[in-house]
């Protein structure tokens, strides 16, 4: 069985999934996820800064798969990484779920001989969609949740199901006598770039920062995050300085964290030149260039 994983942050870019070690995708490419609004909003485990969140506008989250070749229309975009259960475990313990609740949702799907997006997908239709009554059943399945990252089932056109890791906020975790880190934290609302940098000025958000935003590397449209950007000079220059110097190893380093061959990856993502540009990431890096 392999699983569909979303990344919405920095499991994005190369840079960002190399911190997990190596794996063997079967294959990965941009999924573009309707109705909903990206930012940072939890505190990260890792260090002293915010990691990605969505916001959205229906509970019941669907996608689909998008060329290289097609222009970005302002869905948010993100990356799809198609795995072994072995490489999702540790995918998902990087997220701060535990892998074992995780194999808990699997051996439940393969009962009804479906994979394990598709099965929650089910599981989340039963609650009409309701993140709260989703996160119960999950809770009385496997008597586990998290206050970090939670699994969610996204449907995607044409193309099957897939995971994606939301971070709990206050309509709460699953059980009382978990409290999210959104919760704790008092951050009901997803930050934009600015907003988050003005919270966390430091080396480590701006190490997650890059992490994210080299994702428009392969040309999944960062253009969200670079927004209030444009706005700051200082977080702007900071920014470009270290971007620009780790951009050329990043399609190298995608690849080699990954396992895809070139070919593949072509295939996926297209061309350098054009998925810099498609991304918005050329434009941004170009603005200090000219």
Same mark, same amino acid.
């Given at each position: 069985?392999?699983?569909?994983?979303?990344?919405?942050?920095?499991?994005?870019?190369?840079?960002?999934?190399?911190?997990?070690?190596?794996?063997?995708?079967? @294959?990965?490419?941009?999924?573009?996820?309707?109705?909903?609004?990206?930012?940072?909003?939890?505190?990260?485990?890792?260090?002293?800064?915010?990691?990605?969140?969505?916001?959205?506008?229906?509970?019941?989250?669907?996608?689909?798969?998008?060329?290289?070749?097609?222009?970005?229309?302002?869905r948010v975009e993100t990356l799809g990484l198609s795995v072994s259960l072995e490489d999702c475990g540790r995918l998902v313990k990087r997220e701060g779920y535990r892998p074992e609740a995780m194999q808990a949702l699997v051996?439940?799907?393969?009962?009804?001989?479906?994979?394990?997006?598709?099965?929650?997908?089910?599981? #989340?239709?039963?609650?009409?969609?309701?993140?709260?009554?989703?996160?119960?059943?999950?809770?009385?399945?496997?008597?586990?949740?998290?206050?970090?990252?939670?699994?969610?089932?996204?449907?995607?056109?044409?193309?099957?199901? #897939?995971?994606?890791?939301?971070?709990?906020?206050?309509?709460? @975790?699953? @059980?009382?006598?978990?409290?999210?880190?959104?919760?704790?934290?008092?951050?009901?609302?997803?930050?934009?770039?600015?907003? @988050?940098?003005r919270r966390k000025p430091n080396a480590d958000q701006i190490a997650y920062f890059l992490s994210c935003l080299l994702g428009g590397a392969h040309g999944i449209n960062v253009r969200d995050f670079l927004a209030s950007v444009?706005? $700051?000079?200082?977080?702007?220059?900071?920014?470009?300085? $270290?971007?620009?110097?780790?951009?050329?190893?990043?399609?190298?380093?995608?690849?080699?964290?990954?396992?895809?061959?070139?070919?593949?990856?072509?295939?996926?993502?297209?061309?350098?030149? #054009?998925?810099?540009?498609?991304?918005?990431?050329?434009?941004?890096?170009?603005?200090?260039?000219?």
């Open positions: 069985m392999e699983v569909t994983i979303i990344g919405h942050g920095s499991l994005m870019s190369g840079r960002g999934l190399s911190f997990s070690g190596r794996f063997q995708l079967r @294959t990965a490419g941009i999924i573009a996820l309707a109705d909903c609004t990206r930012g940072f909003a939890k505190l990260s485990k890792y260090g002293d800064r915010f990691a990605t969140d969505l916001e959205l506008e229906r509970p019941a989250l669907e996608g689909a798969i998008v060329a290289p070749q097609t222009e970005p229309d302002g051996e439940r799907a393969r009962k009804y001989d479906l994979g394990v997006a598709e099965w929650l997908w089910r599981l #989340a239709a039963e609650q009409a969609h309701d993140l709260l009554a989703y996160r119960r059943q999950l809770f009385s399945i496997t008597g586990y949740t998290s206050p970090h990252y939670i699994p969610h089932p996204v449907r995607l056109a044409e193309a099957g199901y #897939a995971l994606i890791f939301l971070a709990p906020g206050p309509r709460g @975790t699953g @059980t009382p006598a978990v409290v999210s880190i959104r919760q704790q934290t008092g951050i009901n609302t997803i930050l934009s770039t600015v907003e @988050t940098w444009g706005d $700051h000079r200082e977080l702007a220059e900071t920014l470009y300085q $270290h971007i620009q110097p780790v951009l050329a190893e990043e399609a190298t380093c995608f690849l080699q964290t990954t396992g895809l061959t070139p070919e593949q990856y072509t295939q996926a993502f297209g061309s350098s030149e #054009a998925a810099l540009r498609r991304s918005g990431l050329g434009d941004f890096l170009e603005g200090f260039d000219s």
